[in-house]
């Protein structure tokens, strides 16, 4: 079980470019999520996915764009990046049911550098 | 609004000490909590959770933490923390609200252990 994979781990974007942050779980969980952490602010939600062929906006989504593309994979595209998108974005994945349902677990993180 | 606030932002000890981190929610319904836990460089981790029955958990390297319902509190503890124990620590909580598990994350509290 590789749990929640990311890719890249790594970019740096000019300003105005696009790119796709990646995100799959092996663990067959239902739900999905991105989020960014920024220093003393924790972690925001951006997106989620509450099961396949739903997306619903979270806490910041402004910016940005999402596709449940299967039950594995959960995507997040930055249209026009802009200097403050620069955070490091995780994903995360929950599972079926019962207590599953309530805990996330975390994919490596996507440290992202728009200039 | 559901929010979670963590006190102390930097917390610095010696090797051996003990560790209470602080943990407070506000949330009217039932919940349950988490501590996280990100080593440097890493992604994070699920220290321990509560859902219901006895308030005081325990979890992994020797934490645990104690559920105060009255004081809506969850404190971190740990008895005598090492070296390895520095990283960035986060609560958060977890409830229903708009139809999907909803997990809040505090800002977090960065530890750091000298030897």
């Known amino acids: 079980n590789a749990g929640v994979t990311q890719t890249p781990k790594f970019q740096v974007l000019k300003t105005g470019q696009s790119m796709t942050l990646q995100c799959a779980q092996d663990m067959n969980h239902n739900s999905m999520y991105w989020y960014r952490q920024d220093p003393g602010m924790g972690l925001r939600l951006i997106y989620y996915?509450?099961?396949?062929?739903?997306?619903d906006k979270g806490e910041v989504p402004n910016g940005y764009n999402v596709s449940r593309l299967n039950k594995r994979e959960f995507s997040l595209r930055l249209e026009s990046a802009a200097p403050s998108q620069t955070s490091v974005y995780f994903c995360?994945?929950?599972?079926?049911?019962?207590?599953?349902?309530?805990?996330?677990?975390f994919g490596p993180g996507t440290r992202l550098t728009v200039t | 609004a559901q929010s979670v606030s963590q006190h102390n932002h930097h917390v610095i000890l010696s090797e051996a000490a003990s560790l209470e981190l602080g943990c407070n929610y506000s949330?009217?319904?039932?919940?349950?909590l988490f501590w996280y836990v990100q080593y440097p460089g890493q992604h994070l981790q699920l220290l321990l959770k509560?859902?219901?029955?006895?308030?005081l958990v325990k979890g992994i390297k020797g934490f645990e933490a104690e559920f105060i319902k009255s004081k809506f509190s969850f404190n971190l503890r740990k008895p005598s923390v090492q070296w390895s124990d520095t990283a960035e620590y986060f609560c958060a909580v977890n409830g229903i609200s708009g139809g999907y598990n909803k997990l809040i994350f505090g800002a977090g509290t960065r530890l750091a252990v000298h030897p």
């Open positions: 949330y009217g319904g039932t919940v349950n």
């Open positions: 996915s509450a099961s396949e062929g739903t997306t």
């Open positions: 995360a994945s929950s599972g079926p049911g019962g207590e599953d349902a309530y805990e996330q677990y």
């Open positions: 509560y859902f219901s029955g006895d308030p």
